[in-house]
């Protein structure tokens, strides 16, 4: 019997997306909270995580260094990391550290779901 491509099932390949929230301070406290999520999120296969950074009033050396340390273990599994919101303390962070071209910050949730910087 054929099957119709209307009816067919269809198996998506888009990876799944999981979302984390920082308010306050980006530092290593912070970073330390959101690794446990970002470890958990690659365990059943590649997944986007997108953290929201529209909360984040100061930022730290270590909040940076570690946000790097995610991007690494988001990246080594398959998956992504993006950075959703804009906030001074990370903007001037970013400035800064000539960080602009290795970590994006996406206007919105779905701006970082296409990749749309």
């Known amino acids: 019997m054929p099957v119709s491509l209307l ?3 269809v198996t998506s390949t888009a990876p799944l997306a999981v ?3 920082v308010d306050g301070a ?13 470890v958990a999120s690659q365990v059943d296969g590649p997944a ?15 909040g940076i260094a570690g946000l790097l340390e ?12 993006r950075v959703v919101g ?6 001037t962070a970013r400035a800064a550290l000539q ?3 290795v970590v994006a910050v996406y206007r919105g949730r ?8």
């Open 7 to 9: 009816t067919a099932p």
């Open 19 to 21: 979302d984390l929230e």
């Open 26 to 38: 980006l530092d290593a406290a912070a970073v330390l909270r959101l690794r446990r999520d970002v």
């Open 48 to 62: 986007i995580v997108l953290v929201d950074v529209t909360g984040v009033d100061r930022v730290t050396a270590s």
């Open 70 to 81: 995610l991007l690494r273990i988001a990246r080594s599994a398959g998956g992504e990391l």
């Open 86 to 91: 804009e906030s001074a303390g990370l903007a």
């Open 99 to 101: 960080l602009t071209t």
């Open 110 to 117: 779905a701006h970082a779901l296409a990749g749309i910087a």
